[in-house]
């Protein structure tokens, strides 16, 4: 089985800050990591590897000191990864990212599954996974938890809402988003951070995969970041006193005053 | 405060100064928390008066009992726990503080500087000012309870796994100054005052001058902290620390800092026999540019980690072990740069690859996360076993977990761990060993299930501090030796040489009221097994 799985470099947690001016989080000069849920959707490919054989490619888009993450998904298992990096693909909202995955992917000539981590710990939208399938024509199931049976044309996934677990059919080639799991993902190994150290990472601009650059970073964003600011915490106790029904008559009453609040 | 506030009497909702992370519990009649070191004197004074043995504490992570006090007054000082200033030397900075801080506390001031500088000299001031704007700097002694108290480590001289390059907590203290038992103080700065070959004298600050014959045993050419520091010539500074709690009640300390590396990375291998991991750690040993840790899980510790994931959530988050796993070695590299890092890297594959173990059997933590992975399931091994003889308990109340503490020489490793084999395969006692292989230091837990196997462990923990002793070895490499390890301390040394310790302590301290049972055996009292 030949999979991609996408990767993004995301800022390590204690060293996340936004620029004041560009409300954007900024990348340069800090520390960074491979996004948690990429670790789960990987390992979820080395699973399926150890059971049908095949590859597995990253590809991320980002600086140029995004193949970080590409290296680190190698010493963990990946056999290699492609970088997209390109000034044309700064500034990218979720659209215009999951376009430039989309023709990297095509380029590396497509694959029969392609995993992402549910969402990304510093855009927080998941909306990667979904969207990419859209920009490939693939069905896609997000939120998987775990594949119950592979076979060459199809995949048996199960997924896990809050109230709600299914368990669906997936016909081949699809995108599937995957979900942080109990397991703890692999962790590098001696060899594979020898092997990810040597690894030849190809960078591919916009023009390398014949993107249109009216669809890419910032010019193909339809978001607009107006504001980003920190959520003013609103903590407010109040007793209720009388019996139980009159509690819950009060409780009612407060409820719908919020409400009517939000609305 | 006044003195009946400073000293009260013990009650019931003190049962916990009774006892240490050794678990045994002991007994006493009064109990006091000095927060300054005038409020320590004024207890040694009144308790002196009293004639009342004092047990000193810190945070009672101790495993040695050394703060389980057997009658009189406990002296508690983790309220003294405060960072009292700083002094920089060229581009070295040194922090003294009170006995009471906490390590986890310790080592986050020092990684984030944030220090309360509230009352600090202008000269502490300064060198902090300096210290904010310098590279990062680290405290290296790491002993696993990140709860202990620097003023129990340096009593101890604990260490840790970082000791394999930076050596035990007496390398990285530079001066301390204390209360001794009667109320006079004693300050002594490393390289100020030695001993003249084995005659030392040193002034307390009240002019009284105390004399002492140092014991003229051999140190142990190994990882110690048997018993008093003795050397000819030796600085006298290193008599107090590792004096378990016999010579006076620190009051403050000066610790010095080192660079933080740049890069650090954790590396752990897995290997099928414990022969193969033996072989990798001489490989490791030899490399050119020294590992901080090296630290061993034999494979009693990677089942009770398999048996821990399968039956608790709490545990579910350790990485997965291949079956085939016997046992682990996890070598921590610090390093100036990435390339410096990855080219150990390439050692340590070289090392598995020669030892019969390979590079794909193996954990390699750059990250932060990862780090804090290894961190996990080092730390799950003894809090797992704790958690078996717990069980155990349940059934036997009065059974503890008994463990080696035991360090031999270069050469002599292989022929201990034959011996630790061979009497557990004898013995069919429930084990599990761990530790500091680097050092030739492994702490053998034996997990008894019933009283019967405690007495047998116990005899076994003797048999092996007799037997490492004969190897020039040391019955304690970094717990202390407190009351438990007491009665190994004349195996060691021999008696007399127990007894010029023995004086040394009467000189210090003539009453002999600190730390009563501590190095040297009290057979009247004994604390009981909780």
Redesign the interface.
Known sequence: MRMIVCIKQVP?A?SASIDPLTKTIVRTGQKA??N?FDLHALQLALDLRQQTGGTITGITMGLPAAAAALR?GI?RGMDGGVLLSDRTFAGADTLATSYALSRGIEKLGGADLILCGRMATDGDTAQIGPELAQQLGLPHVSDVCQVLEIAEDHLVVRRVWDELEQVLHLPLPAVITVVKS???P?????????RA?DAVIPVWTAADVGADPERCGLRGSPTQVVRTFAPQARRQAQVLGGDVGTQAQALAQLCREVLREQD | MCETQLIRPLTGGDAEYLRDESKQTGHAVSISFPETEAQVRQVMEETARQGLAVTLQGSRTGLAAAAVPFGGHVLNLSRMDKICGMRQEGERFFVTLQPGVILQKLNRAIAARQMDTTGWSEQSLAAYAAFCRAPAQMFTPDPTESTASIGGMVSCNASGARSYRYGAARSHVTAVRGVLADGDTLSLRRGQVFAKGYDLTVTTDGGRIISVRLPQYCMPNCKNASGYYCAPDMDALDLLIGSDGTLLAITEIEIALLPAPAVTWGVTCFFETQQQAVTYTHGVRQLPQQPAAIEYFDPESLNVLRRQKAQHTAFAALPDMDDAYGCAVYTELHCDTEAQAYDLLAQLQRCAETSGGSGHHSWVACSDSDRDLLYFFRHAVPESVNMQVERYKQHHPGITKTAADIAVPDGCFEDMLALYDGALEQAGLQHAAWGHIGDNHIHVNILPRDPAELDAGRALVAQWAAQASAMGGAVSAEHGVGKLKAPLLELMYGKEQVQAMAAVKAAFDPGWRLGRGNLFPTEKEVPVCE
Do not use: F, N, Y
């Open positions: 390590a204690a990591v491979t948690p680190d010493s109990s397991r703890t692999a962790l590098p190994t001696l060899s594979g951070m020898l150290k």
